[in-house]
């Protein structure tokens, strides 16, 4: 599986923002998706996950009720619906696969990972 993900940019204060991450590859009903960030200076934070197969979904505390995972199967395609932004969600935000339907935050439970894509937001 390849990951591709796009959609970050620069946003005031309580927009929003729409990341997708594009899943190329076989048998992703086997995988769960997660989204991370990065800030500089800090360590990679978990956003939210969903498992493939059965969409069930799940948030880092910072996010809830904030930010909405969700996929499509027939484009092979995970969202990250990313609302009320603070200028603290700032950051690099990476997409990332797990060989398991077991879903986990754990930076070192995903197997993949695909390029960053910058979202920054100002105050």
């Known amino acids: 599986v390849q990951l591709q993900a796009s959609g970050g940019g620069l946003v005031q204060a309580g927009d929003s923002l729409r990341l997708s991450c594009v899943a190329s590859?076989?048998?992703?009903?086997?995988?769960?998706m997660g989204w991370f960030r990065q800030a500089p200076g800090k360590e990679r934070e978990f956003v939210a996950g969903?498992?493939?197969?059965?969409?069930?979904?799940y948030y880092g505390d910072s996010v809830k009720g904030r930010f909405t995972i969700s996929r499509d199967n027939a484009k092979s395609t995970v969202y990250l619906q990313m609302n009320s932004l603070k200028p603290e969600d700032t950051a690099v935000y990476h997409c990332?696969?797990?060989?398991?339907?077991?879903?986990?935050?754990?930076?070192?439970?995903?197997?993949?990972w695909g390029q960053g894509t910058q979202v920054t937001v100002s105050s």
């Open positions: 990332a696969a797990r060989l398991s339907v077991v879903p986990t935050s754990s930076v070192k439970g995903f197997d993949l």
């Open positions: 590859g076989r048998a992703l009903s086997r995988y769960t």
């Open positions: 969903i498992t493939w197969s059965a969409g069930s979904s």
